[in-house]
């Protein structure tokens, strides 16, 4: 295999920063900017034991396309030898690797052995002074079975050493700032708040890893593992990637990365190839026990298991090493493309049912996420949710944990704050609903498979709610294209399921019309309609769909949102759904046929500003707490104006405020500091990163408000 080109050095600007290009919920997918490299996150960190390596760090670089690995450089400080090298030619040179290379300070050695020779200070300057990229200080490691006051004393030791170990770090070598505090949450979360604010000399840390978790993993202890990653994420700065510190095994990364975690490290390839043992991504599999290999590797093909056997312990353990770190990469490759597919959630689902363990914190997670707790565990959750795009392309496979994914839980608590019935009927009468008819029995789309019996039904009795049942929940008969729910994919009969009374009680109660009569109703064949009704009550519910999907995914009031679509017009496509919409003759937004959302045009854009009362958002600020809000806005500085204005991208670092309600995925507009129309577009990121992260994109620009005419 050709040999990779070496990586370029970052711009001397951007050393250190984090950016993030594609998210789902918590998960994302970001670049870290290194001296030896851009690497792209999220990515496991191989450990390479200087003194044994099993894979040489340079193949590692050619042949598995990995960007970044850590060593330890207390065991190179040990020895006289690998000290000297490190020194005179630098670290690079030692592991014979171009990429970024990461160091451990011996922290886990005093874990193991009771005590370290070397100081705080003395490692980061030996860490410094061998060119390392992203060294670590050396805190206190905190055992899962020490007492509170143990604990509580080994975060203030970590703490103590943070000034002291960035002033000594200089300008050249960034730093992790581990979290320690055992497997208390709140101990967690306060280690995370003091090692995200320690700077010397406006400098902090560059990357957070959770410390103290190996005992955990070793133990399989996976509840305990996620509910400290949760506890620890409510007080980290979102603008730092987070390392599980020594998790490496497949099987755990894609409820991690979902739980936002952006690096890995471990030696379990080269550790368990030594002991005969292969990772999966459903598990470990030992090689005296296989007859063939149930799995595809490029490592093994060409050779039988008993070929591997009857191999020397080296030759044996290399190869299969290599194996293992090819599964791990492909893993970690998998888990990327799911972010950007939106189903990291979907493939944690199905890894969780791998080991018993495993599926134990998951249930718990989905116990979290259907009540959370209170505190800093309960705060992660909420932010996963609210972070996550309610809307979903595609399909969306049906399976038992369905209702706990993140996106429909958002979309149903956005249902239940902002959904309202219409204020006026197709009739112009107004008032609350006579009934609410549930649609049972047929599948999407509704449009085409329950429109007679809707505009039958409205005809009969104009004051009427239509919902459709759905594998999920009911949902507004007016969000009828609305992915997923038009788009579950599983067989006919999941469509026929009929809910029982006390499930459809509460759904429709949530949706706040508790104590309205509710007629159950499956659709049928034959109609007689009135032309003439059936075209007026069409306009209306093109009308209602319009407004709720303003409501709903736009916070934008009822009210204001019936003012908007006022005199409104539309397109259809040739499978009957709006394509443009129009109102008193401009274009004003259109409904998107990937997911059900709506896409603003300029005039929408201004419109729905114009709507707006409350000042422009900034940061530290709080804004009021309401239901209907308005169109999240973000502001930017004066010096972007002229740039966003023509269209470009808002890009971090140049924003002053971002409303909390702010949707990744779903519209907003850019303003200047007066509240004026700058852009719009669609934010990436969250109002919280947005108002840390000083690299990449913040909002992708749909069109500006300054354009040009020609």
């Not at 990586?7 to 670049?31: M, N, V, W, Y």
């Not at 000399?201 to 996620?226: K, S, W």
């Amino acid at each position: 295999m050709p040999e990779r080109p070496d990586p370029k050095k970052c711009r001397e600007q951007d050393l250190g920063l984090f950016e993030i290009t594609h998210r789902d919920g918590s998960a994302r997918i970001g670049k870290l900017h290194t001296k030896h490299g851009i690497i792209t996150t999220p990515m496991l960190l191989p450990v390479i034991n200087p003194n044994l390596r099993t894979i040489e760090p340079r193949e590692m670089w050619d042949s598995f396309g990995v960007d970044a690995l850590i060593t330890n450089s207390y065991v190179i400080w040990k020895h006289d030898d690998l000290r000297e090298k490190a020194l005179a030619d630098g670290i690079h040179c030692l592991l014979d690797f171009p990429g970024t290379v990461v160091t451990d300070s011996g922290t886990f050695q005093s874990y193991i052995y009771g005590d370290v020779e070397v100081g705080p200070k003395e490692i980061v300057s030996f860490q410094r002074d061998m060119g390392v990229d992203i060294g670590t200080i050396l805190d206190e490691f905190g055992r899962p079975d020490m007492t509170r006051e143990e604990l509580d004393r080994a975060v203030e030791i970590t703490s103590e050493r943070s000034e002291l170990s960035l002033t000594e770090a200089g300008s050249e070598l960034l730093l992790n700032g581990p979290i320690q505090g055992g497997t208390h949450p709140d101990l967690r979360a306060q280690a995370s708040f003091s090692m995200g604010k320690a700077e010397s000399e406006g400098r902090g840390f560059c990357v957070h890893p959770l410390g103290g978790i190996v005992p955990l993993m070793e133990q399989q202890r996976y509840r305990e593992l996620f509910e400290i990653l949760l506890a620890s994420k409510s007080s980290l700065p979102p603008d730092r990637p987070v390392h599980l510190f020594g998790c490496g095994h497949p099987i755990l990364f894609p409820l991690s990365i979902a739980l936002g975690v952006d690096l890995f490290d471990s030696a379990a390839y080269a550790i368990f190839a030594r002991d005969g043992r292969i990772l999966t991504p459903e598990g470990t599999v030992k090689l005296e026990e296989i007859s063939e290999w149930p799995f595809p590797s490029n490592s093994l093909h060409g050779h039988t298991p008993e070929q591997v056997k009857s191999m020397d312990l080296q030759k044996r353990s290399e190869i299969l090493a290599r194996h293992n770190l090819e599964i791990t990469q492909s893993e970690l490759a998998k888990c990327r493309e799911a972010v950007r597919k939106g189903t990291i959630w979907e493939l944690a689902e199905q890894r969780s049912h791998s080991s018993p363990y495993l599926r134990e914190a998951f249930v718990w997670l989905q116990d979290q996420l259907d009540i959370p707790d209170e505190g800093p565990v309960g705060d992660s959750v909420l932010r996963l949710i609210a972070s996550t795009d309610p809307l979903r392309q595609g399909g969306e496979s049906l399976g038992e944990d369905i209702e706990y994914r993140p996106h429909i839980l958002h979309m149903q608590a956005l249902l239940a704050m902002r959904w309202r019935f219409p204020g006026s009927w197709w009739d112009s009468s107004g008032g609350d609903p006579d009934r609410v008819v549930l649609i049972e029995g047929t599948p999407p789309p509704w449009r085409i498979t329950s429109m007679e019996s809707v505009i039958s039904l409205l005809i009969e009795n104009p004051k009427t709610v239509i919902l459709i049942s759905t594998p999920i929940g009911p949902i507004p008969f007016s969000l009828e294209d609305v992915s997923p729910w038009c788009h579950l994919n599983g067989p006919e009969a999941i469509w026929h399921a009929v809910p029982d009374d006390e499930e459809i009680t509460d759904s429709i109660d949530e949706l706040g019309l508790s104590g309205i009569p509710v007629t159950r109703y499956s659709p049928e064949e034959l109609y007689d309609n009135d032309p003439d009704k059936g075209s007026i009550i069409r306009e209306w519910m093109d009308r209602c769909s319009i407004v709720d999907k303003l409501s709903v995914l736009c916070a934008i009031h009822p009210l204001d949102a019936c003012k908007l679509t006022e005199g409104m017009t539309s397109r259809r496509s040739k499978t009957d759904r709006i394509v443009n919409v129009h109102s008193k003759g401009d274009h004003i937004l259109s409904p998107r046929l990937t997911d059900g959302g709506i896409s603003m045009a300029l005039e929408g854009a201004r419109r729905v500003n114009e709507l707006i009362t409350s000042k422009p958002p900034v940061f530290g600020i709080d804004s009021d707490d309401e239901d209907f809000p308005g169109i999240p806005r973000v502001c930017v500085i004066d010096d972007a104006i002229p740039f966003v204005g023509q269209g470009r991208n808002v890009m971090h670092g140049y924003i002053t405020g971002a409303d909390p309600h702010l949707i990744p995925g779903q519209p907003c507009l850019v303003v200047n500091s007066k509240g004026e129309l700058v852009a719009h577009g669609t934010p990436l990121t969250s109002h919280l990163e947005m108002a840390f992260l000083r690299k990449g994109i913040a909002v992708k620009v749909r069109e500006g408000a300054m354009k040009n005419p020609n």
